[in-house]
């Protein structure tokens, strides 16, 4: 399995991106899909969660301005990101896992099991 994430670039403060990440291959399965970002010098976070029911989860710092959306039968998942500030400037990832009942609260970095490569997000103020 290959996730393909795309969409990052470069935005000003208040602007906004939208991030896509596909899934290719076979054998996929999915109970949760999210995004993590990583920031200069920063260790790497989590920022949203979609399980396959459509449940979604923010990061508190992305509360409001970003949002998490799928379609399973596409195995595509999106980062809505609005209201973009400086300190969202990072490379995002794009990462899923099978883990009924898992959920941004209780999934760890190393339980997802698929990757993408990571796509550059620039916002300048």
């Known amino acids: 399995v290959q996730l393909q994430a795309s969409g990052g670039g470069l935005a000003q403060a208040g602007g906004s991106l939208r991030l896509s990440c596909e899934a290719f291959g076979s054998g996929m399965l999915y109970s949760l899909m999210g995004w993590y970002r990583q920031g200069p010098g920063k260790q790497r976070e989590l920022v949203a969660t979609v399980t396959s029911g459509g449940i979604t989860d923010y990061n508190d710092s992305v509360q409001g301005r970003f949002t998490i959306s799928a379609d399973n039968a596409k195995n595509m998942w999106w980062l809505q990101m609005n209201n973009l500030k400086a300190e969202d400037t990072a490379v995002y990832f794009c990462?899923?896992?099978?883990?009924?009942?898992?959920?941004?609260?209780?999934?760890?970095?190393?339980?997802?099991?698929?990757w993408g490569r990571g796509t550059l997000v620039t916002v300048s103020s």
């Open positions: 990462a899923a896992v099978w883990a009924p009942g898992s959920s941004f609260s209780l999934i760890r970095i190393r339980d997802f099991r698929d």
